[in-house]
């Protein structure tokens, strides 16, 4: 039915379009298993992610995780991986034990399809909506932040799972071509995902939903007026709450955008990635 790959792993973080995926997964997953795609919300994704990299012996693990999956093509969502943020910069990293579960990942799942969710730290930081995180960050140096790396946690990627496709995706691009980006996920499954516009919802403002669904009870609306939509009422970092939140000011903040703008360039000359 599909190309899809037998196992695709959605890592995280929890950027917007991180959570969007997992909401997704998690609204259609009955009607993706129907059609053939078992799918795993982070619910369920993360504690069978850690049950196959447990001390249990190999085959016993690989058996219990082949049968979870239903022994055909499976998506999970284990958008807390990499797990909690504000751990990582207490230690001036992003995510300091990302070497150990990539590991455990390499020896269970080494030539899985993974998904790894990103965007300029600001709005990341913002996404995860937790005050214990904008409490580490007011309290890290600009130029600690500054120094976090993207293209270093996918470079690791790309190192311990050599046989592995990546595919890296960010919020803003991903919202202005939501529909294509489905069905670069999920292949022919896209079709099963009801409604076919439930990534964009995720993406935009609760205004902007009203108005996509007074266009949907008029039909599907065409591909302009959802790119419109998008470009109206995409979800994005409040300055006052970058600065108020994450005590980063204006200048801070341009500069981290143009960090981001450049550890993309840096993924994008790696080895079997592909930024979408």
């Known amino acids: 039915m599909s190309d899809l790959a037998d196992l695709t792993i959605l890592l995280g973080p929890q950027t917007t379009a991180g959570q969007a995926l997992n909401t997704v997964i998690r609204e259609s997953r009955h009607r993706l298993s129907d059609a053939g795609l078992s799918t ?155 409604p076919s516009t439930g990534l964009l919802r995720y993406l935009i403002s609760e205004t902007g939903r009203a108005v996509l669904d007074r266009l949907e009870g008029q039909g599907a609306p065409e591909a302009h007026t959802l790119e419109e939509i998008y470009a109206s009422f995409a979800l994005s970092p409040d300055p006052r709450d970058v600065s108020e939140k994450l005590g980063i000011d204006k200048v801070t903040a341009t500069l981290l955008d143009q960090r981001f703008e450049e550890d993309l360039t840096a993924i994008r000359a790696l080895p079997r990635v592909e930024v979408l």
């Open 40 to 194: 795993f919300p982070t619910r369920l994704a993360t504690p069978l992610l850690r049950r196959a990299m447990d001390d249990r012996p190999y085959d016993d693990r690989m058996a219990e995780f082949a049968q979870s999956t239903e022994r055909r093509p499976a998506f999970l969502s284990a958008v807390n991986f990499f797990g909690p943020l504000h751990a990582g910069l207490a230690r001036n990293e992003l995510f300091p034990d990302a070497e150990m579960a990539l590991a455990g990942l390499a020896e269970v799942t080494p030539k899985a399809r993974l998904l790894v969710a990103i965007d300029p730290l600001p709005a990341f930081f913002l996404a995860a909506g937790a005050d214990a995180l904008e409490t580490r960050v007011r309290d890290t140096p600009w130029e600690i932040l500054y120094e976090l790396s993207w293209s270093d946690l996918i470079g690791e990627l790309t190192d311990m799972l050599p046989d592995a496709q990546i595919l890296v995706l960010t919020t803003r691009r991903v919202g202005e071509t939501h529909g294509k980006v489905l069905g670069r996920i999920f292949g022919d499954f896209a079709r099963h995902i009801v």
